[in-house]
T-cell receptor
Framework: AQSVTQLDSQVPVFEEAPVELRCNYS??????LFWYVQYPNQGLQLLLK??????LVKGINGFEAEFNKSQTSFHLRKPSVHISDTAEYFC?????????????FGTGTRLKVLA | DAGVIQSPRHEVTEMGQEVTLRCKPI?????LFWYRQTMMRGLELLIY????????DSGMPEDRFSAKMPNASFSTLKIQPSEPRDSAVYFC??????????FGEGSRLTVL
């Protein structure tokens, strides 16, 4: 069965420090990969996506992620975080090769940026 | 573009009452999803429509839950009768051809 694992439920980090949020997936077929962010009392919004091509994907707000097929990982990184990055981050896999939204979401990682 | 619009934003009701949540997807999107989010279970897909037709409702927890999409610009999720364990944030999301989901701000349901 398909699954997405976000190993860290919470990640505290000081402002201006780098951060990596981990995501691993299990899949025997090609997948599309996504990171979404959820700010308090809001819906999820797309940070970045990997569909094909370059394995390093750049998204909004200075975030980037690297698709590693051999390790089945799609870790999210930011070199210097801001207080405003405090939010919950969800990794998601769409296992449909035709992009028909067979999404599986991870359990989320709560990023808390400390002053 | 107004985005995905959900109503009500907050609903407090008593056990046994009927609850109806509403969603207006982004114009032109042909896919619509209802998700439920709780601390215990995270994000759960309840049902997925494509071109107004329910494609996958395997996530609907039980017969008390029903969803409709009478046209491309409107969907409802109904719970009848509601129970305290239904308390959650319910999200509607829509998608077009890009693979990206656009979420509404959610409807927070509290069943007493």
């Amino acid at each position: 069965a398909q699954s997405v694992t976000q190993l860290d439920s919470q990640v505290p980090v000081f402002e201006e420090a780098p951060v990596e949020l981990r995501c691993n997936y299990s899949s025997s077929v090609s997948v599309y990969l996504f990171w979404y962010v959820q700010y308090p009392n809001q819906g999820l919004q797309l940070l970045l996506k990997y569909l094909s091509g370059s394995t390093l994907v750049k998204g909004i707000n200075g975030f980037e992620a690297e698709f590693n097929k051999s390790q089945t990982s799609f870790h999210l990184r930011k070199p210097s975080v801001h207080i405003s990055d405090t939010a919950e981050y969800f990794c998601a896999v769409d296992r449909s090769t035709s992009g028909t939204y067979k999404y599986i979401f991870g359990t989320g990682t709560r990023l808390k940026v400390l002053a | 573009d107004a985005g995905v619009i959900q109503s009500p934003r907050h609903e407090v009701t008593e056990m046994g009452q009927e609850v109806t949540l509403r969603c207006k997807p982004i114009s032109g999107h042909n896919s619509l999803f209802w998700y439920r989010q709780t601390m215990m279970r995270g994000l759960e897909l309840l049902i997925y429509f494509n071109n107004n037709v329910p494609i996958d409702d395997s996530g609907m927890p039980e017969d008390r839950f029903s969803a409709k999409m009478p046209n491309a610009s409107f969907s409802t999720l109904k719970i009848q009768p509601s129970e305290p364990r239904d308390s959650a944030v319910y999200f509607c999301a829509s998608g077009g051809d890009t693979g990206e989901l656009f979420f509404g701000e959610g409807s927070r349901l509290t069943v007493l």
